[in-house]
């Protein structure tokens, strides 16, 4: 099995392109960002050591945080609706603004913290839409965030470079830790 996931692998980096240009980075961190932001880590270590450190924490860091920001939009836009299926995982806005009003400095720490680590930033994504917080202070607070944990990616991607095979290390992890909190939250029995 595993050298049919590496013969898989190697088959899908030869449809990578080797380099990219820094724009086009910038717009498949956009991309990625809007939509599902899983491939963020690995896209940064896969060809941010192409550029200068600076140049991915401040562009990649505002692409990424644009994308966000629209993501986070979309957001807001799907807990607006009356779906049913959306009001069994939206919490209720007003506890949302109370809590948000509560403590903005704490709600934008957070959100600063959650974009400069790897760890998923989604809750806090997801209470930030149902509390319609600011789209301008939550793109400064990913762009924060993004600058230093880019600048580090990038950097580390040029001083220790990473083989393909570590890459597919990471994406698996991702996957892994999404699989798992899928089944851990089915697996909670129904409070009532």
């Known amino acids: 099995m ?7 692998w190697s088959d899908l980096l030869k449809l990578a392109p080797p380099e990219l240009s820094l724009p086009m980075l910038c717009l498949l961190l956009f991309i990625d960002n809007a939509m599902f932001a899983a491939l963020t880590t690995p896209l940064l270590l896969a060809y941010a050591p192409h550029f200068e450190p600076w140049q991915v924490g401040v562009f990649g860091a505002a692409s990424a945080g644009l994308g966000s920001t629209v993501q986070l939009r979309l957001f807001r836009w ?3 609706t009356d779906w049913p299926w959306v009001k069994k995982f939206a919490p209720s806005r007003d506890t949302i603004e109370k809590a948000l009003a509560a403590s903005p400095s704490a709600s934008f720490l957070a959100i600063v913290i959650a974009r400069a680590t790897p760890i998923p930033d989604a809750p806090i994504k997801i209470v930030a839409a149902a509390g319609n917080y600011s789209l301008l202070r939550y793109f400064i607070a990913v762009l924060i965030g993004g600058i230093p944990y880019f600048a580090l990616l990038a950097w580390l991607g ?5 083989p393909p095979w570590v890459l597919l290390l990471v994406v698996l ?3 892994l830790v999404f699989v798992f909190e899928r089944w851990r939250k089915r697996g909670r029995a129904p409070q009532g």
């Open 2 to 8: 595993p050298g049919l996931l590496m013969s898989f």
């Open 78 to 80: 799907v807990l607006a």
């Open 158 to 162: 040029h001083e220790f470079p990473i």
């Open 173 to 175: 992890a991702v996957v």
